[in-house]
């Protein structure tokens, strides 16, 4: 296959844990006789930086010329106070929006190896795996009107939670087709006991579920959803959830996997005429400036990005299963970064990397 991959290292750590995903991606590519085209772009607060906004207009050809993008972090300290059109994350609103990618699937899954590095009960959290399934265009982070206005006693902000019926629909046959692939089980999370917002949301999802007679559906309010995160976390299967509550949620079950550095995720969009999804693929962490430069952040949240952009916008599922197979080997090895709290001395970011990438050379001769 021919594959076109945009690169959006971002800021912080995202340089770094970037670098290693596309050693991975590269060894992938080449090992399946693939013929990969690479470009990169700016995006987030390097792209102010450089041009005065998050998300140039050469960064969005960019991306909607390649197959698929990947994005390691945005988001730096020093623009904590600035106006929001001058915040990194606008550049990362941005391109979902450019690229109309409108679901964000969150796998969520305890290793063995990572076990006691979650702060739950052993118990609790082994045999974990779900996806969190997050609505990505609608909701407070898109509505409108909104905006502060007014001073003294009179200043006000107004953010507005919009969604349209044919936006729940398309995410939720999202949750449901991969519910059949799955433990065919979708949790619908909401909070329609006060929101009418989400008195639509479970209306429709309702709906588009009576089409889905094989897979089970339940309803579950927002904030016992994030109890039963921490109390049950293996009646999950797949999670559907609008778009700020998932964000919070999808952040907690980063706990079940023992580190915000393990979880990647993958911002999925209308296929394409080969039958692939439009996608957006980045780890969940955020850009940790306090450690960037140093070597020592988890890259294999990005690495599993990796791993989802083979998958969904490739086709490729064996590639997937290799490189989540190649992961899971390095945990078992003990060559993981101090976030994982290794019984030796940590690897470093560089270091992992190379593991993953001898993991799977090594699974290829054993083959």
């Not at 080449?30 to 930086?49: D, F, P, W, Y």
């Not at 939670?161 to 991969?178: C, G, K, N, P, S």
Request: with cysteine.
């Amino acid at each position: 296959m021919n594959l076109s991959v945009l690169i959006l290292p971002g800021d912080g750590i995202g340089v770094e844990v970037t670098r290693e995903a596309v050693k991975v991606l590269r060894h992938v590519a080449e090992a399946g006789g693939h013929k990969l085209s690479l470009n990169e772009g700016l995006l987030g607060g390097i792209a102010i930086h450089r041009t005065g906004t998050p998300f140039p207009e050469e960064t969005r050809q960019l991306a909607l010329g390649a197959d698929a993008t990947l994005l390691g972090a945005v988001g730096l300290p020093e623009f904590d106070n600035a106006p929001p059109e001058k915040r990194p994350e606008r550049g990362l609103l941005g391109i979902r929006k450019a690229l109309e990618v409108y679901a964000n699937l969150r796998p969520v899954r305890s290793y063995k190896a990572l076990i006691d590095s979650s702060p739950l009960k052993n118990e609790l959290v082994d045999g974990t795996d779900m996806i969190i399934v997050r609505e990505l265009t609608g909701g407070l982070y898109y509505g409108t009107p909104r905006g502060i206005s007014g001073t003294g006693a009179e200043e006000r902000a107004v953010n507005t939670m919009v969604y349209t019926r044919a936006e729940i629909e398309r995410v939720a046959h999202m949750a449901f087709q991969l519910a059949r692939k799955r433990r065919r089980k979708v949790t619908s999370v909401d909070k329609s006991n006060v929101l009418e917002n989400s008195q639509l949301w479970r209306r429709v999802v309702t709906e588009v579920a009576a089409g889905y007679p094989d897979v089970m559906l339940d309803h579950v309010l927002v904030d016992n959803c994030a109890m039963q995160l921490v109390l049950s976390p293996k009646r999950f299967d797949v999670v559907l959830t609008e778009n700020l509550f998932g964000d919070i949620l999808s952040d907690e079950g980063a706990v079940l996997a023992g580190s915000i550095g393990m979880l990647p995720s993958a911002s999925i969009g209308a296929k394409r005429p080969s039958g692939a999804w439009t996608g957006l693929y980045e780890p969940v962490h955020g850009s940790a400036p306090d450690i960037a430069g140093q070597n020592k952040a988890n890259p294999l949240g990005a690495i599993g990005s990796v791993a989802a952009m083979f998958e969904y916008s490739f086709g490729l599922a064996e590639d997937a299963r290799r490189i989540y197979g190649a992961i899971e080997e390095v945990l078992n090895s003990g060559r993981v970064t101090a976030d994982l709290k290794p019984a030796g001395k940590p690897a470093q970011t560089s270091e992992v990397g190379d593991a993953v990438c001898a993991a799977l050379s090594a699974r290829a001769v054993s083959a």
